[in-house]
């Protein structure tokens, strides 16, 4: 690659000089010789974005050198989301999984949006098909239906309105009725009738799906365990895990909300029920604290690297480039403006 030692020298240890104490995996750290293999990469990515004009938006879950090498915008699914409502670049590089790239094309229908990690998955949105939709809302006629995020544009398309984790319980509310259709989260669904109980609006939540393979991992005895371990310690989980483990957490949000939360706290060490790469970020950004996690690593959004971001960038390939269908894109683009509109 046509880079000085001296730019890659530089580059590697700006990367380094951030990661030094980040996990890589549970008993490994970032080091300097990784960050000296990324740095071609990422000046490589750089240049090719600008001259593209490409914007990069990844997922908090994709690894360190995509989020603090690469990544113009870097955040959970609804802050990409409105990030990619908002770019003006001309194309988009979506470092996360399918759904999230899809939902970017829907929003930007005459922009170039490529995934990285080709037709990455994610056992949630894989769990439902928009037939699965029509059935469960013919036996329930006139029950309003919400979607996660997480699940396809022909799902979205069969909904009312799409959430994410950090508006699903006040938009929930907010729907009219005594009943809630809410896939594709089982579990998530479960949270929700706690919690609009909690708030003193309950309301029948009538789901169907899958789980995440990540946060259904975690158990009860696992914060117990932190719990035991290192007394004093705050637990906090997202709302995809079951909800008798996040009866026991300290504080339970998306993404985003567990960033804030770690934020503000005062506390010194936290318990993670999360995924890896939130992990790392809350690392990266507060290095005097203390992270502990019991494990959960997702696969679908580690098949983002370097090498396929500069690939996709340069040369995508045909499962790299997202399309999704005219009239579907325009019913899931009415089920996510209507996601904006209510989470206002
Ligand atoms: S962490 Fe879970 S919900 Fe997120 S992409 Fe991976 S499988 Fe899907």
Request: proline residues 5%; hydrophobic residues 40%.
């Amino acid at each position: 690659m046509p880079y000085t030692q001296d730019q890659i020298f530089n580059e590697a240890h700006r990367l380094y000089g951030l990661l030094s104490h980040v996990s890589k995996t549970k008993a490994q750290k970032w080091t300097l010789a990784d960050c000296q293999a990324a740095a071609p990469y990422i000046l490589a990515i750089n240049d090719a974005k600008k001259a593209k004009n490409a914007v990069v938006l990844a997922h908090s879950y994709t690894t360190p050198d995509i989020v603090y090498g690469v990544a113009d915008f870097r955040g959970d699914s609804y802050q990409l989301a409105q990030k990619a409502r908002e770019t003006n670049a001309q194309m988009i590089v979506f470092a996360g999984v399918w759904f999230m790239a899809e939902t970017a094309k829907i929003l930007n229908p005459n922009k170039q949006v490529v995934i990285p990690a080709g037709q990455a998955g994610c056992t949630l949105a894989d769990s439902m098909t928009a037939v699965d939709v029509q059935k469960l809302r013919a036996q329930h006629p006139g029950v309003p239906a919400l979607c996660y995020i997480n699940s396809s544009a022909e799902v979205k398309a069969q909904c009312d309105a799409c959430v994410t984790s950090g508006n699903v319980f006040d938009i929930a509310q907010k729907m009219p009725g005594k009943q809630l259709i809410f896939v594709p989260d089982m579990l998530m669904a479960q949270n929700i009738a706690i919690e609009l109980k909690r708030r003193g609006t309950p309301k029948e939540i009538i789901s169907s799906g899958g789980s995440c393979c990540v946060h259904d991992k975690y158990r009860p005895e696992q914060v117990e365990k932190l719990r035991a371990d290192y007394p004093g310690i705050v637990v906090i989980a997202h709302p995809e895990c079951a909800p008798e483990v996040c009866a026991l957490c300290d504080y339970v949000g998306s993404t985003k909300g567990m960033a804030d939360y770690v934020s503000k706290s005062d506390a010194r060490q936290f318990g993670m029920l999360t995924e890896l790469g939130l992990v790392n970020r809350l690392e990266t950004e507060h290095p005097d604290k203390s992270f502990i996690w019991p494990f959960g690593v997702c696969s679908y959004m580690k098949k983002n690297s370097l090498i396929n971001t500069l690939q996709a960038l340069l040369a995508p390939r045909p499962d790299q480039i997202v399309t999704v269908d005219v009239q579907v894109a325009a019913a899931a683009q009415k089920s996510i403006h209507k996601m904006f509109e209510l989470a206002q």
